[in-house]
């Protein structure tokens, strides 16, 4: 697999004022950057080398496994916003109200877990093993796959996510993102992939070299 840094499918103040510029900038060029420079001299010259990054998320452990799923995970949080968020519709709507009732209760369940959350990791909306959507939280780089969960959105509470914007107040920022910039159409995209057993980020996204289905992004950062 050629490690590259997939492009932000947005300018980076393209979600402000709830994630600012400047916090795109730190998090995108030196955490996510970080993780795929560190990811590419781990497999040079292992056999993992020519592994998909979903293989080695699914299979690797310890500092390939770290690295490998936050690349993974930072793009798919990337795509799970959207500047100006995006309301749920159609079959990703009748989901969230089988599961939820409604999509107030599915906003105030993922708010509450991704302010809950101790210490570093990610709250995820994920389609569980018996189709029906939780809203679940991970530590550190771990990523739902790994317990055949499939992930729909998911949120970066690590502190680098926004600290630069609202210092220790978590709450703040996580609401900033549940009431105004989840993109419930990609939410919907994936929600068909899971159901059709089609993986969530293909690999061609994880390169850069493909948009979620009919989607126009924007300029990129």
């Known amino acids: 697999m050629n490690v590259v840094l997939p492009p932000l499918p947005y300018a980076?103040?393209?979600?402000e004022p709830y994630v600012s510029g400047l916090t795109m900038e730190v998090h995108y060029e030196?955490?996510?950057?970080?993780?795929?420079?560190?990811?590419?001299?781990?497999?040079?010259?292992k056999p993992e080398e020519n592994a998909s990054l979903d293989h080695l998320v699914r299979?690797?452990?310890g500092d390939v496994f770290d690295n490998a799923a936050q690349v993974w995970n930072h793009t798919f949080f990337w795509y799970s916003l959207r500047p100006g968020g995006r309301?749920?519709?159609?079959?990703?709507?009748a989901a969230i109200e089988r599961s939820f009732g409604d999509l107030a209760e599915l906003q105030k369940q993922l708010a509450e877990v991704a302010t809950g959350h101790f210490g570093s990791g990610w709250a995820w909306l994920v389609l569980d093993p018996r189709d029906r959507l939780r809203v679940v939280?991970?530590?550190?780089?771990?990523?739902?796959?790994?317990?055949?969960?499939?992930?729909?959105l998911t949120i970066d509470v690590w502190e680098h996510a926004y600290y630069l914007d609202y210092l220790n107040d978590r709450?703040?920022?996580?609401?900033?993102?549940?009431?105004?910039?989840?993109?419930w159409e990609f939410a919907a995209e994936?929600?068909?992939?899971?159901?059709?057993g089609e993986d969530p980020l293909p690999e061609a996204d994880v390169a850069?070299?493909?948009?979620?289905?009919g989607e126009t992004r924007g300029e990129e950062g």
Do not use: F, W
């Open 12 to 15: 980076k103040d393209a979600l």
């Open 30 to 45: 030196k955490h996510h950057r970080g993780y795929a420079d560190k990811l590419r001299k781990l497999l040079a010259g």
């Open 59 to 61: 299979t690797t452990e």
């Open 87 to 93: 309301a749920p519709q159609g079959a990703m709507l």
């Open 137 to 152: 939280s991970t530590r550190d780089a771990e990523n739902p796959l790994r317990g055949g969960a499939r992930p729909i």
């Open 171 to 183: 709450a703040r920022y996580v609401r900033g993102v549940v009431e105004n910039l989840l993109d």
């Open 190 to 196: 994936n929600l068909r992939r899971a159901t059709c």
């Open 208 to 213: 850069g070299a493909a948009r979620p289905r």
